[in-house]
């Protein structure tokens, strides 16, 4: 089972920030949090990756707390386009690699 | 640069037949994965292959071979197709061991 928990759904205002939450309280120190977005039963697209310091590209901001346990996605300004289901990962140690096992992800919903 | 190209985009199978799904990546990934998407569920990994010639089974396995003879390909066969096959199957490729790039997917029926 996935080891992340997320809201199911969430609305934002276009032009606005949008923040998506995760928890992931039993994360192992080697294990990476992952953020993947799936638009419309497209492939998943890559978002953003950290290990515990805060991480920023050209698509969002990736907020890690201190002891890990949870993070948040920043999309700073939030387009109609950026609608979509967002999924938290954490990377975990199975047969001697690490895998990405996937929960059900985040609705977000960007409205006009 | 294609990227991932996964082939047939969509197809119906009956019950008890038997097909391949194709996957190809052009970036000298290592890493290949296959993945299936039931309706409002996460992705479940299916195989995954940390280069040619090894090939290791994920979550759910069951039903499913792969083989990996060359970097570029990463075929998915179903052997005796089930209705519990119907799903959205996905390709990805990575670098690393983690991450990846995803293919557009293929539409599986079985009926």
């Known amino acids: 089972d996935a080891k992340t928990t997320q809201p199911t759904s969430m609305d934002c205002a276009e032009g606005r920030a949008a923040n998506l939450p995760c928890n992931h309280s039993t994360i192992s120190g080697n294990e990476y949090v992952y953020w993947y977005r799936q638009i419309h039963s497209q492939g998943p697209q890559y978002i953003i990756h950290g290990l515990k310091n805060n991480e920023t590209n050209e698509m969002a901001s990736l907020i890690i707390t201190e002891d890990r346990k949870s993070s948040t996605l920043i999309l700073p300004h939030a387009t109609l386009r950026d609608t979509a289901v967002y999924y938290c990962i954490v990377s975990e140690f199975m047969d001697s690699n690490y895998q990405l096992i996937w929960g059900a992800g985040t609705k977000l919903i960007i409205k006009p | 640069n294609a990227g991932v190209t996964q082939t047939p985009k969509f197809r119906i199978l009956k019950i008890g037949q038997s097909m391949t799904l194709q996957c190809a990546q052009d970036m000298n990934h290592n890493y290949m994965y296959w993945y299936r998407q039931d309706p409002g569920m996460g992705l479940k990994l299916i195989y995954y292959?940390?280069?040619?010639?090894?090939?290791d089974k994920g979550e759910v396995p069951n039903g499913y071979n792969v083989s990996r003879s060359t970097t570029e390909d990463f075929p998915l066969r179903l052997e005796l197709a089930a209705p519990s096959q119907t799903s959205v199957y996905f390709c990805?490729?990575?670098?690393?061991?983690?991450?990846?790039?995803f293919g557009d997917g293929t539409r599986l029926s079985i009926l």
């Open positions: 990805a490729s990575s670098l690393t061991a983690t991450g990846g790039h």
């Open positions: 292959s940390v280069g040619a010639g090894i090939t």
